[in-house]
């Protein structure tokens, strides 16, 4: 995926605020990822490694501007 405009829901902010992940980091995994798959509703799961921590990014399945449902390491 491109650069691209995102989202957040409430909950996605809360994890990242927990596990001190950044908007900058957010968008460099939607922008960078080197794997992707879906889970059961169909949502994208995107992995990637900024500055080489793995953290997993969950979008919205045909959102746009995508929205960012939640954030893991």
Same mark, same amino acid.
């Given at each position: 995926?491109?650069?691209?405009?995102l989202?957040?829901?409430?909950h996605?902010?809360?994890?990242m605020?927990?596990?001190?992940? %950044?908007?900058a980091e957010?968008e460099?995994v939607v922008?960078n990822?080197?794997? %992707?798959?879906?889970?059961?509703?169909?949502?994208?799961?995107l992995?990637g490694?900024?500055?080489?921590?793995?953290?997993?990014?969950?979008v919205?399945?045909g %959102? %746009?501007?995508?929205?960012v449902?939640?954030v893991?390491?």
């Open positions: 995926m491109e650069q691209a405009e989202r957040f829901t409430h996605a902010q809360l994890r605020q927990q596990r001190k992940i %950044s908007r957010v460099d922008s990822y080197h794997t %992707s798959y879906t889970d059961r509703g169909g949502n994208p799961i992995i490694h900024p500055g080489g921590r793995r953290i997993k990014v969950v919205k399945k %959102s %746009s501007p995508l929205l449902i939640t893991g390491d």
